[in-house]
Each structure stands twice: as C-alpha cells, then as structure tokens.
T-cell receptor, first 112, second 114 residues
Framework: QQQVKQSPQSLIVQKGGISIINCAYE??????FPWYQQFPGKGPALLIA?????SEKKEGRFTISFNKSAKQFSLHIMDSQPGDSATYFC???????????FGTGTRLTIIP | KAGVTQTPRYLIKTRGQQVTLSCSPI?????VSWYQQTPGQGLQFLFE???????NKGNFPGRFSGRQFSNSRSEMNVSTLELGDSALYLC?????????????FGPGTRLTVT
C-alpha cells in the first residue's frame, strides 16, 4: 500500500513540446504529492507539490494535475527546453510525516 | 540561505568497515531525513530525526543508524559494510510544519564499498 508507480521510465521530447510524466499511488491516506528534478551528480531538487484538495497547480512551465478518484497525478512541462533534461521523481507522503515514498524516476531528454 | 550540506562527498570503504556520514540542514530546519539512492532500488527512506529523536524509520537493517545533535546537524553510520551498501546517500531537511512537507535535499555522499 506504500507504492508509488511512475511512468514512463524514459521520455524523449522535442524542444518546445510538452513533457508528461504520470504517477499512481495506492495509499489513499497520502495527502502531499511533490515532484523532484535531479541532475547527474546532484541531489533531487523540489520542483512543485500539490495537496489533494486541488486538481491542478501551476508554477511557470510546470503543472501538476491531480485526480483523487483515480489515485493518479501527473507532471506537465510546457515548452520543454534542453535544460529540462534530467531525471524526474514523483513522491507521496502524509502531511506531518517526513517520510517520502518515491516513484522509480523518469529520465527526460529534450532534443533540439 | 545556504542549502543542505553533506560531507564527505565521496567515500571508498572496504567490506566489513564502518562509515559515518554527516549532514548540516538548512538554517532553521529541525527535521533531517536520510535516503539511500541506488539504480536498482531507487530512492528509499532510511530514517528521520527531529529534535534529536528518531521519529520515523524505514526498512533497513540495524547496521544503519543515525543521530541528531542539538544544532540539528545529523550523522548516519553504517557498520559492517557490505558491497550492496554502495549507493548515493542523501540527506534532506525540512521545517517540519504540520501544513507543509517541503523537503530540501543535499548533494549526497557517494559511498563505494569494495
């Protein structure tokens, strides 16, 4: 019940396109869903996060869409740029509990 | 504000030895969590400390331990190292507010066990 499933494992998108990464969770008690971006040799960096009381959150080119009934959430990167090439992780936790359960990661490559 | 710092950045140890890794959280952050990252298992939660007390623990053997000091700095220790302990060990800090779980990661310590 603690799993977070992430897809796809890898994704290639043309510059200017939309990158979409999906995650599904099992534990209905989860109430905090962040996305992290990780470059080689660096630690994960918090990108954007959402609580289940909203269905969408947007910050710049990054948008989280959340579907509580389907227990799914996704990251959309608009106008994808080569600098967005990185590994992206979704995660879930309970508010007030610092333990993050991570998805398996998506390696995103943006090609010119 | 300075970010989360971890020392050392790289470490090579021999099987059977022990190792201590250090983490300094963002100023004002009282919670420190540790994660292990490997290509096979991904990012896995080790434990979390708050006010010098272990508040949460993942599914790792007792060889993995940690502690937190009064200034919120944290250390983790791995005893009797095994080849499978080779990984990137990440530390994350947070304010640990009831309304927010925002955690910020350090650059990690790359541990290689030979």
């Amino acid at each position: 019940q603690q799993q977070v499933k992430q897809s796809p494992q890898s994704l290639i998108v043309q510059k200017g396109g939309i990158s979409i990464i999906n995650c599904a969770y099992e534990n209905t008690a989860f109430d905090y869903f962040p996305w992290y971006q990780q470059f080689p040799g660096k630690g994960p960096a918090l990108l954007i996060a959402i609580r289940p009381d909203v269905s969408e959150k947007k910050e710049g080119r990054f948008t989280i869409s959340f579907n509580k009934s389907a227990k799914q959430f996704s990251l959309h990167i608009m106008d994808s740029q080569p600098g967005d090439s990185a590994t992206y992780f979704c995660a879930a936790s309970l508010i007030g509990n610092e333990k993050l359960t991570f998805g398996t990661g998506t390696r995103l490559t943006i090609i010119p | 504000k300075a970010g989360v710092t971890q020392t050392p950045r790289y470490l090579i140890k021999t099987r059977g030895q022990q190792v201590t890794l250090s983490c300094s959280p963002i100023s004002g952050h009282r919670s420190v969590s540790w994660y292990q990252q490997t290509p096979g298992q991904g990012l896995q939660f080790l434990f979390e400390y708050f006010s010098e007390t272990q508040r949460n623990k993942g599914n790792f053997p007792g060889r993995f331990s940690g502690r937190q000091f009064s200034n919120s700095r944290s250390e983790m220790n791995v005893s009797t190292l095994e080849l499978g302990d080779s990984a990137l060990y990440l530390c994350a800090s947070s304010l640990s507010l009831r309304s927010s779980n925002e955690q910020y990661f350090g650059p990690g310590t790359r541990l290689t066990v030979t």
